[in-house]
């Protein structure tokens, strides 16, 4: 299901180059069908935001693109590169990393740890003694001092705030050096100080050439901090384009907001 253009003006597709690319995915439980043959782009080295009701397949969507679950049907390119049905540790290595609805931390172990786990993937022994490589500490150091939690890296994870663990999850994203990033409802139950230190933090990582695709229903947020959003409802994207043009669409405002 295609993107009608007639709903949404589109910026032409030589004005920004793709990253991600999504044909025809389809993925369904039983008799309902949480993605049915969506067709996305998503623009390199910009802020997507990936918008719509409750149920519309969003995070659906974003764990059959990054290999959580097996979509039924469809193709996934990034960058040029085929890599429909790859395994998360693949499509990680392929450049994309991506943060969850719900935090996935190690709740017991320091948020030191945490971020080092991202580098970690033969096992959580080798985060101990021999096992810790000076230069992954430094560097998971330092990114937890750009999210601004480098205080309570002794700390255990469950010892923090929820806001603070979204950060968290945010510096182990980092860790992988990631070039495009994937976050699912980053200010989700976070307080508006904190939301604005993620905002603040994903314009700065976009500014120096990091790709976002945001899944977020604080649209106020969204409509600030995106350069192109994609709209989905009932599995599949309605419109897309720039927020000012977004926001005003008929189709948009029937689904979205029921009016």
Do not use: W
Request: glycine share 12%; with cysteine.
């Amino acid at each position: 299901m295609s993107v009608d253009s007639s709903t949404t003006q589109q910026s032409p597709a030589s004005e920004h180059e793709i990253g991600l690319s999504v044909r025809g995915l389809a993925k369904a439980y039983g008799g309902v069908k949480a993605v049915n043959g969506a067709d996305v782009d998503f623009h390199h080295g910009r802020i997507n935001a990936l918008i719509g009701p409750n149920g519309s397949g969003k995070t659906t969507f974003f764990n059959c693109v990054t290999g959580m679950i097996k979509a039924d049907s469809g193709t996934v390119t990034y960058r040029g590169k085929d890599i429909t049905g790859k395994p998360p540790h693949k499509i990680a290595h392929a450049g994309i990393g991506r943060s969850f609805q719900l935090c996935r931390i190690f709740p017991r172990m320091s948020v030191l740890d945490n971020v080092l786990a991202g580098v970690r993937p033969h096992g959580i022994g080798q985060l101990l003694g021999s096992g810790r490589r000076a230069a992954d500490v430094k560097r998971a150091q330092e990114l937890l001092a750009r999210v601004g939690i480098d205080h309570l890296e002794r700390s255990d994870a469950r010892d923090i705030s929820y806001g603070q663990q979204k950060l968290l999850e945010l510096a182990g994203v980092l860790m992988t050096d990631p070039e495009t990033i994937m976050l699912d409802e980053p200010a989700g139950g976070v307080n508006p100080s904190l939301i604005e230190r993620i905002s603040s933090l994903i314009v700065e990582l976009n500014a120096e050439g990091r790709t976002f695709i945001v899944v977020e229903h604080n649209m106020d947020l969204v409509m600030r901090l995106s350069d192109h959003v994609i709209v989905f409802d009932r599995g599949a994207a309605i419109a897309a384009g720039p927020p000012s043009l977004v926001q005003s669409d008929p189709a948009v405002l029937e689904a979205y907001l029921g009016v």
